[in-house]
């Protein structure tokens, strides 16, 4: 049987809303001095989202950034479905277009879910881990999930972008978990 995702986030020591190192923003990695440090993260962060998927699917993808694992490094690991994952070192978002809105959820407080205002597109660019500097665009899921993880690396959680008028529910009233987003 499968260890439950609770014991999957707290035994990684998936930092739960409330902890500081989540509401700071991260410090990027001097490049490429730094780059063989900034690696080492992104193979922890993966190494963590490799038992956390394993803990449950995640037809939305998932996403962890360092800050969630008491790392406060500007690095995240995006995970999508269908697609090789997105190791990103100080990653920046250079421009973002049009308006989307969604529910989110998030693995440092993962029992309530929300619904916020993204950019429908976004330009980013970013290190990758053998050091090439990448400039590339996403829309739809893949820029909802990198604006999330972006907000992780400056200290901002989903909950801080909900939309006018909402709150966050619990997942018992959330009735979207278990498919992805349809664009």
């Known amino acids: 049987m499968a260890e439950p995702i609770d014991g999957v986030l707290a035994r990684l020591g998936v930092r739960r809303r409330g902890d500081a190192v989540l509401s700071h923003p991260a410090e990027r990695f001097g490049l490429p ?3 063989p440090a900034a690696a080492e993260v992104i ?3 993966t190494m963590a989202l490799d038992q956390i998927c394993a803990a449950r699917d995640f037809p939305k993808g998932c996403g962890l950034a360092a800050p969630q694992l008491g790392i406060a490094r500007a690095a995240a690991v995006v995970r999508i479905a269908g697609a090789a994952d997105l190791a990103l070192i100080n ?4 421009s973002t277009s049009g308006e989307d809105v ?3 959820g998030c693995l440092s407080f993962f029992d309530v879910r929300g619904q916020v205002v993204r950019p429908a ?3 980013l660019q970013w ?3 053998d050091g090439e500097t990448i ?6 899921a893949t820029a909802r999930m990198i604006g999330h993880e972006c907000d992780h690396l400056e200290g901002i959680l989903y909950a801080d972008r909900l939309s006018p008028g909402t709150t966050l529910v619990g997942l018992d009233e959330y009735q979207d978990g278990d498919r992805a987003w349809q664009y």
């Open 135 to 140: 400039s590339r665009t996403f829309d739809g």
């Open 102 to 104: 969604r529910w989110e």
């Open 33 to 35: 001095r730094e780059l």
């Open 91 to 94: 990653p920046r978002i250079v």
């Open 43 to 45: 193979r922890e962060l």
């Open 127 to 129: 290190t990758a881990p």
């Open 121 to 123: 597109e976004l330009a």
